[in-house]
């Protein structure tokens, strides 16, 4: 019995300098995060501080639908999206280097154009493509 012990006792032993061997030795030292933000305390979202770089372009994005190949193709698209509560209103000429037809989404009608309609709206047209550009230059059919 006395055996028995000792072993337990050197076993408890090599178990708590091999412990110790993956244990760190010293906390390490953190400066404070005031440090670190000077003027800027608290949280921001990333929408804030990209409003908060550009104020005078957050009201110019546009959303646009598209890149179909022909016009009967986009008038079923915009079809679709009027039977949906989207207004749309074609796009005249090219749409920032991009071929096919494009579709502007009115901007009250963004919010419900969400990414399982683009997705149900990518399986009925094949080649339907999204984008957000500015909307300054571009040409709509209205």
Known sequence: MRWL???LVVLNGVYYVWNQQEAPLKA???APLSLYKGNQQGIRLLSESVQDNR???RGQECYYVGG???KEQLNALRQRLVALDIAAVPVMGRLGGES???L???PQSQRLLDQAL???LSRDFKD???KIMLCEGIATGE
């Open 5 to 7: 012990f000792l072993l």
């Open 28 to 30: 390490k030292e953190v």
């Open 55 to 57: 104020p005078s372009e």
């Open 68 to 70: 179909l190949a022909g």
């Open 100 to 102: 096919g037809v494009w």
């Open 104 to 106: 502007q989404i009115a």
């Open 118 to 120: 683009l997705g149900a």
């Open 128 to 130: 339907l493509k999204h």
